[in-house]
Each structure stands twice: as structure tokens, then as C-alpha cells.
Nanobody
Framework: VQLQASGGGLVQAGGSLRLSCAASGRTFSSYAMGWFRQAPGKEREFVAAINWSGLSTAYADAVKGRFTISRDNTLSTVYLQMNSLKPEDTAVYYC???????????????????WGQGTQVTVSS
């Protein structure tokens, strides 16, 4: 499975961006998906996750109420809609896929098997 993240950029505080992560392969619809981010000098951290069907989601407290994760299995794509962006959201954002069948969301970083290349999000104050 190959993951291609896109949609990052420079935005002012309070603005919005939508990240996309396109996956190759025919089994995308069975994967739990997640978004993580890594700021300079910090460890990669969980942002949001979605189960295979899209009916279950989870968010980090720092983004809850501002970010929304969704997926379109017909397009093999997962999205991260980011609203009310803050300077502390500045980071490289990575999408990830967990290939093990699971009905629920997956939040631990080490449980993910495949990673995209990352897309830079910069929020200016």
C-alpha cells in the first residue's frame, strides 16, 4: 500500500485547510486510517483516526471540535478537514494505514503499518 498525502500549505490563524491522503491498492476499504503530526523537535503525535466504515472516529483533545476526519472508500481517500487553525497546529502531517482487520479506530502510532510521506502545514499568527 502506498499513501500520498496532499493539501498542506501556509494559512493564517483561524483559517482552514483540507488534507487528503490517497491510497493505492484494492483493500483500502478494510483499513483503519489515521492522521498524525510532527512539529520540529517534537515526537510524532496522534491527531485523528477513523475505522474502515467511517462510522467511528477519534480525535486528540487538542484538535477536538476543530478537525474532522472522513473517508471515501470509493476513491480510496481519507481526509482531514482542519478549521480554526492555530499556530500550534504547525507541523508535518502524516496519514497512516493499519492493515489488520478491526471494527474500531486505531490510535497507537506503533500499530500502523503504512505511512505517507507527510505534508507541511504552517499556521501564521
Amino acid at each position: 500500500v502506498q499513501l500520498q498525502a496532499s493539501g498542506g500549505g501556509l494559512v493564517q490563524a483561524g483559517g482552514s485547510l483540507r488534507l487528503s491522503c490517497a491510497a493505492s491498492g484494492r483493500t483500502f476499504s478494510s483499513y483503519a486510517m489515521g492522521w498524525f503530526r510532527q512539529a520540529p523537535g517534537k515526537e510524532r503525535e496522534f491527531v485523528a483516526a477513523i475505522n474502515w466504515s467511517g462510522l467511528s472516529t477519534a480525535y486528540a483533545d487538542a484538535v477536538k471540535g476543530r478537525f474532522t476526519i472522513s473517508r471515501d472508500n470509493t476513491l480510496s481517500t481519507v481526509y482531514l478537514q482542519m478549521n480554526s487553525l492555530k499556530p500550534e497546529d504547525t507541523a508535518v502531517y502524516y496519514c497512516a494505514a493499519d492493515r489488520l482487520p478491526s471494527a474500531g479506530v486505531v490510535t497507537p502510532l506503533l500499530q500502523y503499518d503504512y505511512w505517507g510521506q507527510g505534508t507541511q502545514v504552517t499556521v501564521s499568527s
